[in-house]
């Protein structure tokens, strides 16, 4: 009985995998246009191809989880189905097998004919598009249940699809913005999973298939203590969190003269919300206390003299992402000094040699594709980003004068380039009133750096080649000294591939090496780290799903120290040891007691 | 003489909407029992109850000696159910959805199976969706039969039939089920089929039975009186025992069950010049009791 019940599930559903292969046979050639830029290779949370497979799998998702009851529905054959002398249990259970089956199924088809597709135009490059993991599946599950409670409520396959998405959306808004435990999100989505699937059984077992009103009855009679149950498990999880942060730690870190700044975390979830950080000021002896309580702000940059922060104040975004609310000057003492921008805007800074003034634009985003720090770190990368050409004039270059407010704007246009013209403010020197820009126009094959003055006057013109700094093969750069002579870079390889959920082995390389020249006129290349370079080297198991901005989760952070003269290495979420271009000796400094 | 099923004061709505009102209702075993009302009236939500698949608000029900809501599988497993629609699969073919519902019964009868397939003219190899109506009423006979059911409950299983198909379909029925002495509970509104198979019938408007009697006895007892008044008939009384009456200028139709000197006296004393007294179809006896429902 049950082997002809699955047979005719899978029969059923035979269509929906076809039409779901048919999207894959479609979309495959279509990829590579999609993909990244090749600069963005280590940047995969941006994978736009990726995101658009994913997407389709969570549509199969809720189609599946509509079909189970809404088919039958549709087609009239449910009374056939039920009269048939076989416990519904049966019947629900067989169906949300081959849902999940098949969802697997899916995933695994997807995999296989999406996943590593070569890029446009640079076929020396595998892009990876898929990243199946754990709390992805769970997801699915998730979407796929919510469609199929629908569908037991005398929704067709059209009303179940919708219904499931709505309801999978309430589930989403419920445990993210309230946060019930959305620093758990594998827990989470495991626990509504299993919680849905245990409901839809109950709801068969009991109910008829007919008088709504019995039927949400009896599903509220058998949900409110389900829901209330895991609500009040997590709810006491995150009080006890609250109460007991437990181990914390750091996760993002800004060098000042009297410390670090740190945005610290108790739980990682696979996907950041910075609504759960929480930013401390840490002393040279290690010891952590609390600078922020209740802002959700991740410090950009401190100025030299360490009496400003520049900090990006976000918002969660329903738990799928982060909204980034504003940018805004912070005294340290944590009080609001000025307000940069209030959109999602770009922005590009420099603090003066002196550190009473900034130098700053913000720009409107038309899409964003890569990090965009690009002041927190100095080397010399292409920023992949497309601006709106419609949004005032291309620069805006104002300068803040930290203690008064006062905003001055500098009217400089650059005579170069086109609308996607752009510049990066390399340095400002507020006591001679200077600012060095480089502008990076894609038609040209320079990067020209101007000098001008803050009337908007260009007193200094030179070329640079676009790559200045040549750095060998698969080698990153992480962090400068400040005067530019010494460089960390980074490796990182891996992971073997082990399907479905990529679990792999990432080896993490890093390597301190001299900069031949900084002059920037130059184009500079970096020789291949010797072995004796690399000071340190890790193994991290991870998913891929877990890469964030490209970055391995307890990936060791490299910050320049002046304090020290060495790069400040953090490891371990709290360990900070040292490396300094002398004696090139990891040094244990200090742990963050938070 | 057992019950094969057994209502009392069976209460069911929808949306506020009355549709069964404390109905009782008993079929003897091995009878065949026509359930008669009109569309809307309630007939298929009563085999649906019967079946498990509706709750009800009040009363009880009980199929074969057990409670279709507590004890389903157990009941289906004796139970033969067309539907009125006979929806099935589509994608399969006739002799996939043989095998695919022969799964589900120890009892399935497979020589059985193979006689009706043949018998009614069944290609085992034809996909249901090319097959006609009339293939398809007689698909949903043989999966409802080939397991070899204690009862028959049968929607309306001939709506949409034409009459050539209408008629072969009823008299396999009776044939294939009569001698076996199994219970068959069909609804119908189409009343000449009814009294060409049915034993008992049951003619249920607005949410109750109003007749529940054997045919013979149905077509006996009930007349239809014209009484002619020289007088207007505003001010006639209808007499008891009367089960409707319509009222014209100068004359009143009743209906009526099992006529009698009473009758006849009460019309009578009201100044009737004269009484007709004729026999009824049960066409006429359904239209006249269930006239007016909505």
């Known amino acids: ?594 | 003489m057992t019950k094969a099923i057994e209502v009392s004061s069976l209460s069911k709505s929808y949306s506020g909407r009355s549709v069964l009102k404390e109905l009782n209702l008993s079929v003897h075993e091995g009878s065949v029992y026509a359930f008669l009302g009109r569309n809307g009236a309630g007939k298929t939500t009563l085999i649906k109850i019967l079946l498990g698949l509706l709750d009800f608000e009040g009363g009880q029900s009980l199929v074969l000696g057990l409670d279709p809501v507590n004890d389903g599988q157990r009941l289906l497993r004796q139970i033969g159910y067309v539907s009125e629609d006979h929806a099935h699969y589509e994608w399969m073919t006739a002799g996939e959805l043989i095998r695919f519902t022969s799964a589900f019964y120890e009892t399935w009868d497979t020589r059985l199976a193979d006689h009706l397939s043949r018998r009614l003219d069944l290609r085992g190899d034809r996909t249901i969706r090319k097959m006609s109506r009339g293939e398809k009423a007689k698909l949903s006979l043989l999966l409802a039969l080939a397991h070899r059911p204690r009862l028959l409950l049968l929607d309306e299983p001939t709506a949409g039939l034409d009459a050539v198909v209408r008629r072969q379909f009823l008299e396999e029925t009776i044939d294939l089920i009569a001698e076996e002495g199994r219970t068959i509970f069909f609804s119908s509104h189409l009343i000449d089929e009814v009294e060409r198979v049915a034993d008992y019938v049951g003619i249920l408007s607005r949410g109750s039975l109003v007749v529940e009697t054997p045919l013979a006895s149905l077509k006996d007892s009930f007349r239809s009186v014209k009484a002619v008044f020289s007088h207007e008939t505003f001010s006639v009384r209808p007499p008891p025992g009367v089960f409707g009456f319509r009222r014209f200028e100068r004359y009143v139709l009743f209906l009526v069950d099992a006529y009698d000197e009473r009758i006849k006296r009460e019309l009578t004393t009201q100044g009737a010049d004269r009484i007709e007294v004729e026999p009824m179809s049960l066409e006429d006896i359904f239209v006249e009791l269930t006239r007016g429902e909505a």
């Open chain 1, 1 to 594: 009985m049950v082997r002809a019940l699955i047979w005719k599930e899978l029969r059923e559903h035979l269509w929906t995998v076809l039409a779901l292969c048919l999207c894959l046979v479609v979309l495959k050639p279509s990829l590579p246009h999609l993909a990244p830029e090749p600069w963005l290779l280590g940047q995969q949370n941006h994978d736009i191809a990726g995101r658009l497979v994913r997407t389709l799998l969570a549509i199969y998702a809720v189609l599946l989880g509509a079909h189970t009851f809404g088919y039958e529905r549709s087609r009239g054959t449910l009374a056939y189905l039920l009269t048939r002398p076989v416990d519904r249990r049966v019947v629900v259970g067989v169906k949300i097998f081959v849902s999940v089956l098949l969802l697997v199924v899916g995933g695994a088809i997807s995999t296989l004919a999406i996943n590593d597709t070569r890029g446009f135009g640079w076929d020396h490059t595998t892009i990876r598009v898929l990243k199946a993991s754990l709390p992805h599946f769970s997801a699915l599950v998730l979407l796929t249940e919510c469609a199929t409670v629908v569908s037991c409520f005398g929704g067709t396959v059209a009303a179940s699809l919708v219904g499931g998405s709505a309801l999978c959306l309430v589930l989403v808004v419920v445990f993210k913005v309230l946060s019930l435990g959305h620093e758990a999100g594998v827990p989470t989505c495991l626990l509504s999973a299993l919680g849905l699937s245990l409901i839809t059984m109950r709801v068969q077992q009991n109910a008829p298939f007919s008088g709504w009103r019995k039927k949400a009855w009896l599903t509220a009679k058998t949900m409110v203590p389900a829901v209330a149950l895991v609500g009040a498990g997590l709810f006491v999880w995150n009080l006890y969190l609250t109460l007991f942060p437990g181990p914390m730690g750091a996760e993002i870190v800004r060098v000042a003269p009297e410390g670090l700044y740190v945005t610290g975390w108790t739980l990682r979830p696979p996907l950041g919300c910075l609504s759960q950080c929480r930013s401390y000021r840490v002393d040279w002896e290690g010891t952590a206390t609390r600078w922020l309580k209740f802002r959700n702000v991740r410090v950009l940059s401190v100025s030299p003299d360490g009496r400003y922060l520049l900090a990006e104040d976000f918002r969660g975004l329903l738990g799928f992402g982060e909204l980034r609310n504003d940018v805004v000057v912070l005294r340290s003492d944590g009080t609001e000094c000025h307000r940069i921008s209030g959109r999602e805007r770009f922005i590009d800074f420099a603090w003066g040699s002196s550190g009473s003034k900034l130098a700053f634009y913000a720009r409107q985003l038309l899409w964003w594709t890569g990090p965009y720090q690009n002041s927190m770190t100095s080397n010399a990368m292409l920023l992949p980003f497309e601006f709106d050409p419609y949004d005032g004039p291309r620069f805006e270059l104002r300068v803040l004068t930290l203690s008064s407010g006062e905003v001055v704007s500098v009217p400089f246009e650059p005579s170069v380039g086109d609308r996607e013209a752009f510049s990066r403010i390399l340095s400002f020197d507020d006591r001679a009133n200077t600012l060095r820009l480089q502008l990076h126009v894609p038609s040209l094959e320079s990067m020209p750096i101007v000098k001008i003055g803050l009337n908007g006057k260009v007193i200094e013109e030179r070329t640079s080649p676009k790559n200045s700094v040549v750095l060998p093969a698969d080698w990153f750069e992480i962090e400068s000294s400040r005067n530019r002579d010494w460089m960390v870079l980074k490796r990182q390889k891996g992971p073997q591939k082990a399907w479905p959920f990529s679990l792999g082995t990432y080896k993490l390389s890093l390597a301190l090496v001299h900069k031949p020249s900084s002059n920037e006129t130059q184009t500079v290349t970096v020789s291949s780290p010797d072995p004796k370079d690399v000071f340190f080297e890790t193994v991290i198991d991870t998913e891929a799903e877990n890469l964030a901005d490209g970055r391995l989760p307890n990936e060791p952070q490299v910050f320049w120290s002046e304090r020290y003269g060495a790069f400040l290495i953090l490891t371990d979420w709290t360990k900070v040891q040292s490396i300094s271009p002398q004696d090139r000796i990891l040094k244990e400094r200090f742990t963050i007691r938070f």
